[in-house]
């Protein structure tokens, strides 16, 4: 009996032990662990940040040869903005002479509605609406369009009606000063000639710029010639056609036998002279009041 109880305190100390070293065992593990698990996210993390950086820096590297790429020419050399070459075209002249050089610094334009204006001696009409006009040496012509109709065709042919000089300077081309989609400013420079054309409009703006006198002729007959006012005179011609001429200040006008009207500043002060000139489709006292405002 007393053996017994030997062998059971014996068993009950074993198990204690064994119990007390499992829960131990147990612990010790769930620190270590834990402890490595930690240490484990954190090199993780580490390694994680790492790759971010890494990442980051290499993406940036490789916009960087892209573009240096970009910048290459095919020898590995650094590339130019490309250039295209200069040519001298044996069909169309160099058109930059019929341009001031204010202009020359910008591209220019192209199928442009004046561009008869600088082909050739820039001597070829041009119809902006609703006149076809021509300039010749420090001049400028003025059609109004008539059509002639058959049964193939129908075709404008350019016949002078007013032709604007000036009685100052030397003859000289036309130079384009300033232009837009609408407008376009020709200049005779020697002469001191500007005139200012705008499509669509009516009007057809002549101005010089220094002491002189401004010179208007036709090829038709002049029927008569008046005042009516200080600022508008009225032209009529052979053919029909009745012009309204406008001054912006008060001027001396003569009219010689061959056909020639001149009108010179009413002062010695030398302000520019300017004359704005329109023609009257037809009689109507209502399109002429529109004319004149």
Known sequence: MEDDGSMVAVEDELGTNIAEGETTGVADDHKNGGRE?????????????????G????????????????NRGPDGDDEQP?????????????????????????????????????????????YIHPYLIKPSD?????????????????????????????STGSQSRHVISSFSDLSVTLEFLSSNLTFFLVRGSPYVTVSLSQYGSLSITSIHSISSFSSNGLLKYVLTLENGQKWLIYTFSPTKFSFSRDMEITFSNNSSDRVPLMLRIAVLSDSSSENEAVLDR
């Open 37 to 53: 698990r930690d240490e484990g996210d954190e090199r993780v993390e580490e390694r994680g940040d790492t790759v971010l950086e």
């Open 138 to 166: 420090s001049s400028v012509s003025l059609c109004y369009l008539s059509h002639y109709v058959s049964s193939h065709s129908m075709h404008q042919v350019f016949t002078p009606d007013l032709t604007i000089s000036s």
């Open 82 to 126: 490309f250039l295209f070459p200069l040519t001298n075209s044996k069909v169309f002249p160099d058109p930059s002479k019929f341009f001031s050089e204010n202009l020359l610094s910008s591209p220019l334009p192209t199928n442009s509605f004046f561009q008869n204006f600088v082909l050739n001696d820039g001597n070829i009409q041009e």
């Open 55 to 70: 990442g980051a820096s290499q993406g940036c590297q490789n916009l960087e040869d892209k573009e240096a790429m970009r």
